[in-house]
């Protein structure tokens, strides 16, 4: 996968994530062992396997989320970039408004293109999003 800039590799991550698709998941992640992820309520899981094994567990029920991301601030270096978000969150058979989650992703520019280096989402107690309202545990 051929990822020309840190947008690109954000939004094949978000599609990787609605389809539950761990291979296409970690095609976005960057391939060094020091790649980080903390998923809401989660610890901090370090390295591609213990990333790998978290992908594979919240995808074990197959597609469920749908993402609308929101409030997108980057901050992009020759061979890094910061991406800063809130995460509307609905979930396949729940009704109400959407799970509201903040995350930071971190990519890097790799010989193979733009990669994840680090995603960290926490859920958000009320809504700094006007029109969200609930706090989310979704990964």
């Known amino acids: 996968m051929n990822l020309t800039s840190a947008s690109q590799a954000e939004a094949a991550f978000y599609a990787a994530f609605e389809r539950a698709d761990v291979d296409a998941m970690m095609a976005v992640w960057s391939e060094d062992e020091a790649v980080f992820c903390v998923h809401p309520g ?10 790998r094994g978290a992908w594979r567990s919240i995808f074990s029920d197959g597609p469920t989320l749908r993402f609308e991301l929101a409030e997108v601030q980057t901050f992009t270096l020759p061979t890094v970039a910061v991406h800063t978000l809130y995460e509307r969150i ?21 010989a193979s293109g733009w990669r994840m ?3 960290h989402a926490s859920a958000l107690p009320r809504s700094p999003v006007a029109g969200d309202r609930r706090a989310s545990n979704l990964h």
């Open 42 to 51: 989660g610890g901090r899981l370090t390295g591609v396997a213990a990333v």
């Open 90 to 110: 609905a979930v396949r058979g729940e009704n109400g408004p959407p799970h509201l989650v903040v995350a930071t992703n971190i990519y890097m520019l790799t």
């Open 117 to 119: 280096f680090g995603h």
